[in-house]
Nanobody, 123 residues
Framework: QVQLVESGGGSVQAGGSLRLSCAAS????????MGWFRQTPGKEREQVAA???????IYADSVKGRITISRDNTKNTLSMQMNDLKPEDTAMYYC?????????????????WGQGTQVTVSS
């Protein structure tokens, strides 16, 4: 049974930081491109960042320079350090896994999703 379990969400003021984590189980982790998506009510889910086992990373333009994605292939975990948070970063954040050893350029097509963790940034 595949599980992606997120943690680390919360409420912060603008300019603050949060670190999201995702623990994966039930998959051969190093064969997967891993990423974070976010969604607000009434909007489509958008990819924030992705990373593959080779360390190749992709970031959305809106978060470049503020967010760092990382993974630990020995612990099957995914992390995302978010700094200088803005109110527009407020969203539900989802961990995602796509069975691609190398992340594709562009948007992931995940095979699995976590249940999400809420991030709220107040001005």
């Amino acid at each position: 049974q595949v599980q992606l379990v997120e943690s680390g969400g919360g409420s912060v003021q603008a300019g603050g930081s949060l670190r999201l984590s995702c623990a994966a189980s039930g998959i051969t982790y190093n064969l997967y491109c891993m990423g974070w998506f976010r969604q607000t009510p009434g909007k489509e889910r958008e990819q924030v960042a992705a990373i593959d086992s080779a360390g190749f990373t992709i970031y959305a333009d809106s978060v470049k320079g503020r967010i760092t994605i990382s993974r630990d292939n020995t612990k099957n975990t995914l992390s995302m350090q978010m700094n200088d948070l803005k109110p527009e970063d407020t969203a539900m954040y989802y961990c995602a896994a796509e069975v691609q050893w190398r992340c594709r350029l562009g948007t992931m097509d995940p095979n699995y999703w976590g249940q999400g963790t809420q991030v709220t940034v107040s001005s």
